[in-house]
T-cell receptor, first 113, second 113 residues
C-alpha cells in the first residue's frame, strides 16, 4: 500500500555540475517512459520521453537512459542551473490503449548556486 | 504554446459538500485524464476519458466521483460528497492521440475542512 507522507530522495548539486536522477520502474509491460519536472505548486511538466526499443535519447541538456534488463531509468541534466530545482518524476505507461501514467515517488533536485 | 488550464486554482469546501473541478484540455486533444496528488505523495491516476465515456478508472475513483465533458472544451471532475481524505492537488491532463505524451494542467488544490 501507499506510504503516508513519503520522504522524497533529495539530490543536491552545485550549479554547473551534471545531475543524474535514477528511477526503478515496476511493470515489465510498460513500453513508454517519461520524465516530468514538477515545480512547487505547479503541475508535472513534460521533459523527455523514451520508448522501450531505445536505450538512450537526448534532448536539450537532458538525456534519458533506459535499461530494460534491470527496469531502470535515469535522467541526466547537463550543466545544472538554479531553474532546474524541482521534483523530478519518472513515469511509465503502455503505448496504445488509454495509457494511464504510473508515476514514481519523485526525486527532489536542489541546485546550489 | 497550447496548454491545459484548470479552475479554480484553490477550492476550499466543507466535508459532505459537492465540488466540481474544471479543466480545459488542449484543443483537438482526444484523451483526457484526472490525477491527484496528496501532499507529500506521488501523483496517482484517477480516470481516463475518451469518446465521451470513461475508458479506465482506478480503485480511488469510486461512486462519489464522476467526470463529464459537457461541451467541446470543458472536462470536469465532480466529487459528490467530499471527505477529509479527498484533500489533494487534482491534475487534469490531455493527449492528442497522435503522440503518447500527456500534458498536465497546473492543478486545483482541494481542501476539505
Amino acid at each position: 500500500g501507499e506510504s503516508v507522507g513519503l520522504h522524497l530522495p533529495t539530490l543536491s548539486v552545485q550549479e554547473g555540475d551534471n545531475s543524474i536522477i535514477n528511477c526503478a520502474y515496476s511493470n515489465s509491460a510498460s513500453d513508454y517512459f517519461i520524465w516530468y519536472k514538477q515545480e512547487s505548486g505547479k503541475g508535472p511538466q513534460f521533459i523527455i520521453d523514451i520508448r522501450s526499443n531505445m536505450d538512450k535519447r537526448q534532448g536539450q541538456r537532458v538525456t534519458v537512459l533506459l535499461n530494460k534488463t534491470v527496469k531502470h531509468l535515469s535522467l541526466q541534466i547537463a550543466a545544472t542551473q538554479p531553474g532546474d530545482s524541482a521534483v523530478y518524476f519518472c513515469a511509465e505507461t503502455s503505448s496504445g490503449g488509454y495509457q494511464k501514467v504510473t508515476f514514481g515517488i519523485g526525486t527532489k533536485l536542489q541546485v546550489i548556486p | 504554446e497550447p496548454e491545459v488550464t484548470q479552475t479554480p486554482s484553490h477550492q476550499v469546501t466543507q466535508m459532505g459538500q459537492e465540488v466540481i473541478l474544471r479543466c480545459v484540455p488542449i484543443s483537438n486533444h482526444l484523451y483526457f485524464y484526472w490525477y491527484r496528488q496528496i501532499l507529500g505523495q506521488k501523483v496517482e491516476f484517477l480516470v481516463s476519458f475518451y469518446n465521451n465515456e470513461i475508458s479506465e478508472k482506478s480503485e480511488i475513483f469510486d461512486d462519489q466521483f464522476s467526470v463529464e465533458r459537457p461541451d467541446g472544451s470543458n472536462f470536469t471532475l465532480k466529487i459528490r460528497s467530499t471527505k477529509l481524505e479527498d484533500s489533494a492537488m487534482y491534475f487534469c491532463a490531455s493527449r492528442s492521440g497522435r503522440t503518447d505524451t500527456q500534458y498536465f494542467g497546473p492543478g486545483t488544490r482541494l481542501t476539505v475542512l
